[in-house]
């Protein structure tokens, strides 16, 4: 197996893309990059600034200049907004809903995709919502992963009370409707599956059900390559 393979997952919110996208760089030993993290820093750094996540170009010019890293195994990955490990903040429902808004800013995703380049270029698991259609266009799997609207907001939900014993489902379910037409409608990246993608459907699967046809993908991949397999 290549050692610099980059693997796209895309797919709308609580579809298990970072469950799925860390079982797959713990298998294949390769660097896990959830790119949602890295958006959610950016709405971390709006929040403790004066600025206003609804100011373009102010939120666009922090973004471009705060330094955002990703650093651990997959299963223990540290998220810092400059330097500093902001691994839990970044999951509280009101940076979750703030990045809903600053990620829709090209700006935002233009000084993103940029550092998600940088970091996946010696090989990685990429999770997000633009990583097949813009950030690697060229990767070698794309997959892009869904579920029922329902499915979706009861793992979202888990996992928001998880950190915020505050939140009600009837929330995190408008909240993740919202963000689903924001994401698909946005001008600048917007959400949607690439034509080489593989489409897994999580709806009625367990975590170890979907990860095992993705890694049969992946095995069928370098098999056809011509590479031993894993």
Request: aromatic fraction near 4%; proline fraction near 3%.
């Amino acid at each position: 197996m290549k050692r610099n393979l980059i693997i796209a997952i895309d797919g709308p919110s609580g579809a298990g893309k970072s469950t799925l996208g860390r079982m797959l760089a713990r298998e294949l030993g390769l660097l896990y990059i959830d790119t949602g993290s890295m958006y959610r820093a950016v709405a971390l750094a709006v929040r403790e600034s004066s600025i206003s996540a609804h100011d373009d170009v102010a939120v666009g010019s922090l973004a471009a200049q705060v330094d955002i890293d990703l650093q651990g195994d997959p299963d223990s990955l540290v998220v810092t907004l400059g330097g500093v490990d902001v691994t839990g903040q970044i999951r509280s429902e009101e940076v979750t809903h703030l990045s809903s808004i600053v990620s829709t800013i090209p700006e935002v995703r233009r000084a993103m995709v940029e550092r998600q380049r940088q970091l996946g270029r010696r090989g990685a698991v990429l999770n997000g919502r633009d990583i097949g259609t813009v950030v690697f266009p060229d990767a070698d799997l794309k997959f892009f992963l869904t579920a029922l609207p329902q499915a979706r907001a009861e793992r979202r939900f888990n996992e928001e009370r998880a950190n915020d014993p505050r939140v009600n489902f009837e929330e995190t379910f408008a909240d993740m409707t919202e963000r689903d037409q924001r994401d698909s409608t946005r001008a600048d990246s917007p959400l949607k599956m690439a034509d080489d993608a593989v489409l897994i459907d999580s709806t009625g699967l367990s975590v170890d059900e979907a990860f095992q046809r993705m890694l049969a993908v992946v095995e069928e991949k370098a098999s056809k390559a011509g590479e031993a397999k894993i």
